[in-house]
T-cell receptor, first 113, second 112 residues
Framework: DTAVSQTPKYLVTQMGNDKSIKCEQN?????MYWYKQDSKKFLKIMFS???????INETVPNRFSPKSPDKAHLNLHINSLELGDSAVYFC????????????FGQGTRLTVV | GNSVTQMEGPVTLSEEAFLTINCTYT??????LFWYVQYPGEGLQLLLK?????DKGSNKGFEATYRKETTSFHLEKGSVQVSDSAVYFC???????????FGRGTSLIVHP
């Protein structure tokens, strides 16, 4: 059983489109995250969410929005895609309000053309 | 705020060589420290962790010791293999901000 799963694994789309990336975790964790990894492997936190609080990195454009239908899911919606949004996006989860280590999904490689 | 500094890569070694990847940190409170590994095309996996000063984390021949006096958590392995080629990330979680903070990653390339 995959602990943290993301779909799709690859996403190629045109500028201006709106897209979503889905994330599900079956670990019973209470905290989920979205990270963006650039071509130099740098990881940037985008959002942190548990059932009490959403923390948004203030540098993330408001075209990006997380949606959590339930505790096991945290989807990422992106509006009006731009070339600079091309990157690998990772979903992760952790227990104990974020005090424990994070478990990562396999990543979604987004290419905007 | 919290931050993690890792040595820049890539680190290129021959098989069976000794590995050290340096990591230092700044944090509020008493952080937990982690090393993650990312193999090509995959997500990050936890390699080892330490939650208090002088703890040593170890896994798969890798180890790191939490040094509070030098705010360091250097990763070491006595004899690397080609299969260890990957990107290694040092990270911390600290009270006040339960969001993992990652270093920039260090690429390790091991030649046969």
């Amino acid at each position: 059983d995959t602990a943290v799963s993301q779909t799709p694994k690859y996403l190629v789309t045109q500028m201006g489109n709106d897209k979503s990336i889905k994330c599900e975790q079956n670990l019973g964790h209470d905290t989920m995250y979205w990270y963006k990894q650039d071509s130099k492997k740098f990881l940037k936190i985008m959002f942190s969410y548990n059932n009490k609080e959403l923390i948004i990195n203030e540098t993330v454009p408001n075209r990006f929005s997380p949606k959590s239908p339930d505790k096991a899911h945290l989807n990422l919606h992106i509006n009006s895609l731009e070339l600079g949004d091309s990157a690998v996006y990772f979903c992760a989860s952790s227990q104990d309000g974020g005090r424990a280590e994070a478990f990562f999904g396999q990543g979604t490689r987004l290419t905007v053309v | 705020g919290n931050s993690v500094t890792q040595m820049e890569g890539p680190v290129t070694l021959s098989e069976e060589a000794f590995l050290t990847i340096n990591c230092t940190y700044t944090a509020t409170g008493y952080p937990s420290l982690f090393w993650y590994v990312q193999y090509p095309g995959e997500g990050l996996q936890l390699l080892l962790k330490a939650t208090k000063a002088d703890d040593k984390g170890s896994n798969k021949g890798f180890e790191a010791t939490y040094r509070k006096e030098t705010t360091s958590f250097h990763l070491e392995k006595g004899s690397v293999q080609v299969s260890d080629s990957a990107v290694y990330f040092c990270a911390l979680i600290s009270g006040g901000s339960y969001i993992p903070t990652f270093g920039r990653g260090t690429s390790l390339i091991v030649h046969p």
